[in-house]
């Protein structure tokens, strides 16, 4: 069975300010409302409650700004990504703000689902950066980083140290 290909925008948005505060389901509806005021053409889920298909890459926890999230919105038909660029952006405050928009065609379910890797960056207000450096040092200097978790069936140890492909300490970054 061939699967169709399927038009996403895929958008890298920002979250801000005072909007850091907003939980995940707060962003997921702001977004909605603002796709259904912009008039983009969405493609909607099936069913007896159909809801605009979109996604997003990874939820940010209540409190943490991001600067380059990403959602993904699929498209009923194929449209100019600065025409999605400016609809959007007109709809949304900017600490959540459209950073820019790119047009994929996938016949994958998810347009998530090849994502590998993120970056991610924090700072540190207050801390010495000579101590902060030793200590990612003493972090990359153990054999691994075990993290253990627990679910509704199990237990399990993740070794985080396999998962970081890079961590350093940047002097007044």
Do not use: C
Request: zero cysteines; hydrophobic letters at 45%; charged letters at 25%.
């Amino acid at each position: 069975m061939m699967l169709r290909e399927r038009t996403f925008a895929l958008i890298t948005f920002r979250k801000t300010g005072w909007l850091r505060f907003l939980g995940h389901l707060d962003v997921v509806r702001a977004f909605d409302r603002a796709i259904r005021r912009a008039k983009l053409p969405v493609a909607y889920s099936q069913g007896f409650s159909p809801h605009t298909l979109l996604s997003f890459a990874m939820p940010l926890p209540v409190g943490i700004a991001g600067e380059n999230e990403l959602a993904g919105l699929e498209l009923a038909v194929e449209w100019d990504p600065r025409a999605v660029y400016k609809s959007l952006s007109r709809q949304l405050p900017p600490e959540l703000g459209i950073v820019g928009v790119q047009m994929l065609q996938k016949s994958k379910r998810s347009i998530f689902a090849d994502l590998a890797a993120a970056d991610y960056r924090a700072d540190f207000a207050g801390v010495d950066t000579q101590a902060l450096a030793q200590a990612v040092r003493a972090l990359q200097a153990e054999p691994e980083w075990v993290v253990h978790r627990t679910t509704k069936s199990k237990d399990v140890d993740l070794d985080l140290k396999t998962r970081v492909h890079g961590l350093k300490a940047l002097e007044g970054a």
